[in-house]
């Protein structure tokens, strides 16, 4: 996604620029995204793509302009250095009015629903925790914003949602001054604070030594949830989901799989590292070893689905008689004509209303156990009957184990 600046006029003669990312649908909320001591660099407008991937209109203001603007260092020392040299000098009052005028340009743009977000990181989650103070921002999002302890008499002054997270390990926000913010809160159900273990400061940002996979991904997700529960956009990721199952499944349609999906998807079958990622490989995948193998009688059976803010977690088993290579599934081996039952687990996240990436789990010794080209007799494999108990609890369980009846008999 190629993003745009624009210029946004002060009260007092000047303007500044702001990097912009549209909706692809070209309507939604806006979200104002804050810059780290390290200016809009190639980080934060990766942010504001995603979040316009997401349904956003979203723009991050040069919050340095009055001092260096168009500003852009490392992460490096050397960038470290003078980023918080002009953190220092940046005048925060003015620049929270500068926020304000930018949160009022963004409600103003053609296809903007007038709800706006804040989303600040590091100097830019204390000005998203200030910006949620002084203006009519509808909801705020702290990333490691520091210094915010010294500031807890604003914090009476939020009355709109506010989530904050950290790092655990952030030797710049202790534990001491995350509990006085927490405490500041205390009586504010309208606020969330999570701390993320094994993660230090920058944890969200993958241009840095301290990033953390984990911790960055659970964090959008809750973020991603507030957001949509305050601003929208909300979707039906179930239905999408069905959706894209059905052009799979049940019209059999590669192209019209393919537009349920991001432009540059992923998927993984975990068991046997089949799939594809982007675009043209995982089209090639659907195309010629996905649908075209599903045998005719192949059929799936819901067991349970977990629905979060931007992923889902379906319990699900596939049913199908083996008549021919499902190479996807079980590369190299001949159809058996064996009917088999095989439980499975998807994750599927979604970038706004399009699948991201899928994660698919099966139960491969079951498979193989059930193809009859595993020799499981001294091996504790169940075949079908862990399907069949997939869906009836009360079918008898630990008949694997050799001393089970010797003990229920005692």
Sequence with gaps: MAGQRISIPTDDGGSFQCYTA??????????????EIFGVNNHIRAVCDTYA???????????FWRIQPGLELEYDENGIEQGAQLASRCDIDLTIKDIA??????????GSTGKVGVLGFCFGGLLAYLTAARTDVDVAIVYYGGRIDERLAEADSIRRPIMLHWGAEDAGIPPRAREAIRMAFACNDRAETYVYADSGHGFNCDRRPSFHR??????????????HWTIGPRYDLSE??????ACEFAARDVDATMRTMVPEPYVNHVPTLTGGVGYKELRHFYKNHFIPRLPPDTKIVPVTRTIGSDRIVDEFILCFTHDREVDFMAPGIPA???????????????RGSKIAHEHIHWDHASLLKQLGVLNAEA???????GAKKLLDEKLPANLLMPQWDAEKRK
């Excluded at 930018?102 to 743009?109: K, Q, W």
């Excluded at 984990?214 to 957001?227: D, P």
Aim: net charge negative; no cysteine; hydrophobic share 45%.
């Design 214 to 227: 984990f911790s960055a991904r659970l964090a959008h997700s809750r973020t991603l949830g507030l957001l």
């Design 336 to 350: 058996t004509g064996k009917y088999v039952e095989v439980p499975h687990v998807a994750v599927v996240e979604f």
């Design 240 to 245: 999408l989901w069905d959706q894209h199952t």
């Design 101 to 110: 005028l930018a949160i009022r340009s963004l409600r103003s743009m053609p």
């Design 53 to 63: 991937q997401e349904g956003y209109f979203a723009i991050a203001p040069d919050v």
């Design 22 to 35: 549209r909706p692809d649908s070209g309507s939604g909320p806006g979200i104002i995204v804050l810059q």
């Design 379 to 385: 091996l504790p494999i169940a075949g079908i009957e």
